[in-house]
């Protein structure tokens, strides 16, 4: 004969299984809203060296070793490696065979042939997103371009960075163009190991003014003002970028 087992206790219809204590059915069932998935290795250390880079820590043309990424993080080269690779697609970094990983180096060609992509993908986008655009995208903007004037108060060049990319971003959020936004995003990426270099040389109050006229441009729906207003606003950042690879020209000379 089989082994008795003992027969399990009958639950009403419709009664809750057992739960820990302190927590209701409900909430063993649902998601939890305060719960936040922990970073992987590999994403925190993408996280820590795309924050270098954008920052200036990492300056354009430095070499990234594993080795020595792996005992700053105290972590095996396995995430390390993942994440090198992560940057790598992003385009902040280059493989260079038989050598390893750098920083993204650009000759000034190379940064020009950027903003001129993105001269012409941004307008595509932005032409694109303007039948899309609601009040609530006006008013993340206008946020977004206070938080900056106040980086800038601040003193904050890192904030100031952040927000910026996010307000150009927005003039174009509403684009359903998926490719050409992960295009101009590589090309933002490309080119995010320079801008600590020439913003400095920038005048950011007038960069906040035209951000007020292309906030403007937006709210009256006029996609024409606002692809002159862009245009415009990027070129200013053309005289800055010739002055590093002249200073960089002049030092090496």
């Avoid at 927590?23 to 925190?44: C, E, I, L, N």
């Avoid at 307008?123 to 039948?131: F, G, N």
């Avoid at 960075?161 to 933002?188: C, D, E, M, P, Y």
């Amino acid at each position: 004969m089989p082994p008795r087992t003992a027969a399990k206790r009958a639950q009403p219809e419709g009664a809750d299984r057992a739960t820990p204590a302190g927590y209701s059915g409900d909430a063993v069932r649902g998601r939890r809203a305060d719960f936040v998935r922990p970073k992987t290795a590999q994403q925190a250390v993408a996280e820590a060296l795309r924050h270098d880079i954008t920052t200036g820590k990492l300056a354009p043309g430095s070499w990234i070793v594993q080795e020595a990424v792996a005992e700053q993080f105290g972590m095996s080269r396995i995430p390390i490696r993942e994440a090198l690779k992560t940057l790598e697609a992003e385009e902040y970094i280059t493989y260079v065979p038989h050598s390893g990983y750098r920083v993204t180096k650009l000759s000034l060609d190379d940064l020009l042939e950027v903003f001129k992509l993105r001269a012409i993908l941004e307008e595509a986008l932005i032409r694109d997103a303007m039948p899309g655009v609601t009040d609530d995208i006006v008013d993340e903007m206008r946020s977004c371009n206070a938080q900056m004037d106040a980086a800038l108060a601040d003193g904050d060049p890192i904030t100031v960075g952040v927000l910026n990319r996010q307000f150009h971003f927005l003039t174009f959020h509403a684009s359903g163009l998926a490719r050409t936004k992960r295009i101009v995003t590589q090309l933002w990426n490309t080119a995010d190991a320079y801008r600590p270099l020439y913003s400095p040389l920038l005048d950011m109050p007038k960069v906040c003014k035209e951000h007020e006229a292309m906030i403007d441009a937006v709210a009256d729906r006029d996609v024409e003002r606002l692809v002159r207003l862009n245009h415009e606003h990027r070129a200013h950042a053309l005289g800055p970028i010739h002055q590093i690879f002249d200073a960089e020209s002049d030092a090496s000379a």
